[in-house]
């Protein structure tokens, strides 16, 4: 694709900038979620539903997808713009993760030209719903021993099994369901099918997971003898692993296609230092405190850390030894230091770190407890920390595998 | 909110890492550095000529003065190259030296000396005292105005390569105020120099007698700008520090790497342990964000305030990647690690010697806290 004219693009991002400004509705008179892993109720999926979809018909979501799949046929710096513009005005989230980041890129990718009518335009405007199936029960990183079972039967699969941690499971439409329809086969990734689920047909029910915060936002799912069409393999049959680390790639933006906007807002660490000068310690802001104000450095170099190596990304000279490196270690890097850094907010808040959410003499109607327990959905959730120092030493390093 | 750095990368950093990244792997293998180890120079005169061929010594100095005109940040690649393996010689002592000139020096002194800094005639600074206090203007060393010429007297350390070093930049006191004096090194006795034994033995330092030294008048740097020159000289030497340890890290994260992928243990590679697999994983993740950093500061090394603020991020940042990675270094060499043999051990001193010069992480993490709070 040829180079955007950047008077076009300077217009547009000036057009995007004006419509967030006076569109954004950040406080709609309860608390939104910080991630679309934290949906858990009907008036935050409903207000989220119908933000994303005034975002799409205001032309800021999707924009770099094709026109005829409801985008609108621009260079992806157009959708970076809009991006930005979302960010700078503090845009709630985009809902529809999987379909924006995962199913909608893959589809562009490898899918038919009828999948491609069907559900890309649904997804950008969030009348579809997507979910994604990989995690079972029994085996929680290990996304290669799924052992849900879709055994073919004339124009369908028969489905039978359960799937785990699923996001916006009890609203979605749609599952990403990885699947075996081979047993027999000797290594276990070869046995694997990735199948386009409708989740509202007989046979598919989902059960609400309450999480350590006392809210819901996932579910468990279950399959009993549920016919799903065969139109809906991606792939071909047994190639299911690969597809399914492909949209992976996607999603940790090593590869191109994402319709844009984000998923989650990111920890602000300066909103950490605005709480260190808030809280006192001995009637002087905790800041002021040697120790808390040595911590507080650590996190803000941590923090620029992420967004310099972020930036880096982007100058192939500096990342010729290890291309990989930055795309494949920033989940680990960025996961772990939103736990840190909630952490450290929740000390900051001394002995008010004993309330939780809901009691009025909570420090910041008790953000930083809830938000630190629900760090531990993006440190585990995904492949865990210690599978992603797997993945980096394995993937990126070269080391044996164990 | 204020900017406290960004990427940024140019061409002519881009062509510099190409062939720097090719030319110090082909003349500074190991075994060469081992070698120049017990050299009594320490490093090899002739890579010193190619060096000064290749233009490098040039390259942040104006074109008036002979040089190519570019900025500090673009000598950073070079560096962050020659630290990586351990390349031994004057270059960022000279380097330095051109900074002070440029930033202090008067017109009659850029116009004699930066042209022969460019062209590879070798030079240094004599900063630092007693006390090896990270403050440079904790000075005790003076000059006295004499007839028609000026006295030096008091005693400066860890001048690296003063041997080797035609000229010699030192900081003294000169009526109570800091002030910086270009010495000629045919003034300076061979006694007047006592090679010191510092922890990285691929480096030369000495201590330098001022005393009864002396030097014509002329010889004073801008004593109007020389405050904000030593502020200048702490952070351009900073930066280069943190472009040697960048390198340095990512060659003990190499060295380690290819030991935990070919030492068996227990029937497997070592590397197969998560135990090893895991921290070797965090010193790499320490050693990229270092590295950002220091790409960080080299591009806005010179924006007035962000750029010290991201000079002192990348210090912090590189003092930790390299420390941590060097230290993990001779831990997972095991038995072998624990001998001199092990270049673990060369990284490790390495990353000692420049946590105490130019100030360590937490130097730097107080100064930011005073920069950002």
Redesign the interface.
């Known amino acids: 694709m040829t180079a955007p004219d950047p008077k076009d693009l300077a217009e547009y991002a000036a057009d995007a900038d004006a419509w967030f400004l006076a569109n954004v509705n950040s406080d709609p008179g309860f608390m939104l979620p910080l991630t679309f892993m934290e949906v858990g109720t009907d008036r935050q999926f409903d207000f989220l539903r119908e933000w994303q979809a005034r975002v799409h018909a205001a032309g800021y979501l999707g924009a770099a997808w094709p026109k005829e799949y409801g985008g609108r046929g621009l260079h992806p710096d157009f959708q970076a713009a809009a991006t930005a513009a979302m960010r700078k005005h503090n845009g709630p989230i985009m809902l529809n993760a999987i379909g924006l980041n995962w199913t909608g890129p893959l589809l562009l990718d490898i899918g038919t030209e009828d999948h491609k009518q069907r559900y890309l335009k649904r997804i950008l405007s969030a009348e579809d719903i997507w979910c994604q199936g990989f995690s079972e029960p029994e085996h929680g990183s290990d996304l290669g021993n799924a052992q849900t079972r879709a055994v073919r039967d004339g124009e369908a699969y028969i489905v039978n099994g359960s799937k785990i941690w699923t996001t916006l499971g009890h609203y979605a439409d749609y599952m990403i369901l990885l699947c075996r329809t081979d047993p027999a086969s000797t290594r276990k990734y070869d046995g694997l099918s990735f199948i386009l689920t409708p989740m509202k047909i007989p046979g598919v029910t989902t059960t609400p997971i309450r999480k350590l915060t006392g809210e819901h936002g996932f579910t468990q799912t279950f399959f009993a003898d549920a016919r799903v069409p065969a139109d809906g393999l991606m792939g071909k049959e047994g190639e299911g692993w690969k597809v399914a680390m492909r949209t992976l790639e996607y999603e940790r933006g090593a590869r191109g296609g994402q319709a844009g906007g984000y998923v989650q807002t990111p920890t602000n660490a300066?909103a950490v230092?605005d709480l260190a000068r808030r809280m006192q310690r001995g009637g002087k802001p905790a800041?002021d405190d040697p120790d808390i104000?040595?911590q507080?450095?650590?996190f803000?170099?941590?923090i620029?850390?992420?967004e310099?190596?972020r930036?880096?990304i982007?100058?192939p000279?500096?990342n010729t030894?290890h291309p990989a490196?930055?795309p494949l270690?920033s989940k680990?890097?960025t996961t772990e230091f939103v736990r840190r850094i909630n952490e450290f907010a929740i000390t900051l808040t001394g002995g008010q770190g004993a309330y939780y959410a809901g009691d009025p003499n909570a420090v910041d109607y008790g953000f930083w407890t809830r938000a630190y327990l629900n760090a531990f959905s993006a440190t585990i959730g995904g492949g865990t920390t210690?599978i992603q120092?797997?993945i980096?030493?394995e993937h990126?390093?070269?080391?044996?595998?164990? | 909110m204020q900017d406290i750095g960004r990427m940024g990368f140019s061409e002519a950093q881009g062509d510099l890492l190409e062939s720097a990244t090719a030319f110090c792997a082909d003349v500074s293998p190991v075994a060469r550095v081992r070698a120049l180890m017990t050299d009594d120079l320490g490093h090899d005169p002739a890579v010193w000529r190619q060096i000064g061929e290749l233009g490098w010594l040039a390259i942040a100095i104006p074109e008036a003065f002979g040089g190519l005109g570019l900025e500090l940040g673009d000598v950073v690649p070079v560096v962050e190259q020659m630290g990586r393996r351990l390349l031994a010689g004057p270059y960022v002592s000279t380097t330095l030296a051109a900074q002070a000139l440029i930033a202090g020096g008067t017109d009659a002194q850029r116009a004699e000396v930066l042209p022969q800094l460019a062209a590879g005639t070798p030079a240094t600074l004599a900063l630092m005292e007693g006390a090896a206090d990270w403050d440079l203007e904790a000075i005790t060393a003076t000059v006295t105005a004499g007839a028609g010429n000026l006295t030096l007297a008091g005693t400066k350390i860890l001048v690296e390569n003063a041997d080797a070093a035609r000229w010699i930049i030192a900081s003294v006191l000169h009526e109570r105020q800091p002030a910086l004096v270009l010495i000629d090194r045919v003034s300076v006795a061979e006694t007047a120099l006592r090679r010191e034994t510092i922890i990285d033995e691929t480096r030369r330092a000495f201590s330098l007698t001022l005393d009864g030294i002396t030097v014509p008048a002329s010889a004073l740097l801008d004593p109007a700008r020389a405050a904000a020159t030593l502020a200048h000289l702490h952070l351009a030497a900073n930066l280069l520090a943190c472009a040697e340890m960048c390198g340095g890290t990512q060659a003990a994260i190499d060295d380690t790497l290819d030991y935990a992928k070919t030492r068996i243990q227990f029937g497997k590679p070592i590397g197969t342990y998560q135990g090893v697999k895991h921290p070797i994983v965090a010193a790499y993740v320490r050693y990229e964000q270092a590295r950002s950093h220091l790409y960080s500061a080299a591009h806005c090394f010179n924006e007035q305030g962000t750029g010290e603020i991201a000079v002192r991020m990348a210090k912090a940042e590189a003092d930790a990647a390299f420390s941590f990675a060097a230290d993990r270094a001779i831990q997972f060499h095991g038995g072998f690690g624990f001998t001199y043999d092990c270049d673990a051990q060369l990284y490790r001193r390495r990353a000692i010697w420049h946590a105490a010069q130019g100030g360590d992480r937490a130097f730097h993490k107080k100064k930011l806290a005073e920069l950002l709070f």
């Open positions: 300066w230092l800041l104000r040595s507080m450095v650590d803000i170099l941590e620029q850390s992420l310099l190596c930036q880096r982007a100058v000279a500096l030894d490196g930055l270690s680990l890097m210690q120092h797997n980096v030493g990126v390093l070269g080391l044996p595998k164990g």
